[in-house]
């Protein structure tokens, strides 16, 4: 079973909403520590699961995400969650697709932030490959190097990257290059977008270069009544650079579901 945080996740018979937040890579569920101390303030059940490998989940060789789609419905399952509003950033996001092309039941509804539809573009195999190789050599130091430079924006403060840093460093090598083979073999999720029905939001950091604004554009006119926020002076990490502004969409998002 995937080892995951989460706050008001003992079920009490009430009708708490539920979210399940899905991280970015290389990082961990402890990215959602801002959104998962405020929707336990306003009473909300939210788990931030580990993908295979991080944090104490079991490591798992070759596995794809609609494996980890599966294995998300087996922790819902175990948690007595039967639907959850599905929120997922950068890798999150093509996994909360998964989730909603094989179990579109379980989806209550969507937040797709900072990620995109499209499966990696021919180009994009050598450099995925070549990152494999560093991390094999050196370990997930070279995971820090490669990415943290591209999650926020150049005025946030050290202390994020440093953060963001120790997550990825914690996390053992082995782990983050069957993450790194996920996101090469993930499926092309453009087409299913027009038959997405579920409540859906976008949320995009203004300055993310890795999945930019149009690119969120793109999508909430592609998804079929989703709306689209732009969080001003974010990056990629736009949950931990801008959590006030993140969580304000967040929360308008849940409080707008009826059903």
């Known amino acids: 079973m995937l080892s995951w945080t989460g706050v008001n996740t003992e079920h009490d018979g009430t009708d708490r909403k539920s979210v399940l937040l899905l991280h970015a890579f290389p990082l961990s569920g402890a990215m959602w520590h801002p959104q998962l101390r405020a929707l336990d303030e306003k009473g909300y059940r939210a788990v931030a699961p580990n993908a295979w490998g991080i944090e104490g989940s079991p490591e798992r060789t070759g596995w794809t995400f609609d494996d980890y789609a599966d294995e998300l419905v087996r922790l819902m399952d175990s948690l007595k969650i039967s639907d959850a509003t599905v929120l997922g950033l950068s890798m999150g996001g093509y996994q909360a697709f998964a989730l909603e092309k094989r179990h579109p039941e379980r989806v209550r509804s969507l937040v797709l932030a900072d990620t995109r539809p499209e499966a990696d573009a021919p180009g994009a195999a050598a450099a995925r490959a070549d990152f494999i190789a560093g991390v094999a050599e050196r370990g997930a130091e070279e995971a820090v190097k490669r990415m943290v430079p591209n999650y926020?924006?150049?005025?946030?403060?050290?202390?994020?990257?440093?953060?963001?840093?120790?997550?990825?460093?914690?996390?053992p090598p082995g782990a983050i290059i069957s993450a790194m083979r996920a996101i090469m073999q993930r499926s092309d999720s453009t087409a299913m977008q027009s038959s997405i029905s579920c409540p859906t939001m976008v949320i995009c950091g203004e300055h993310d270069t890795l999945t930019p604004p149009e690119t969120a554009r793109a999508m909430a006119l592609a998804i079929p009544g989703a709306t689209l926020e732009i969080i001003a002076e974010a990056g990629h990490i736009s949950n931990l650079e801008q959590p006030e502004a993140f969580n304000k969409a967040l929360f308008g998002h849940l409080t707008g579901l009826t059903r």
Not at 158 to 164: G, T
């Open 152 to 171: 926020f924006t150049k005025e946030a403060p050290k202390r994020l990257q440093q953060e963001a840093a120790a997550m990825i460093k914690a996390q």
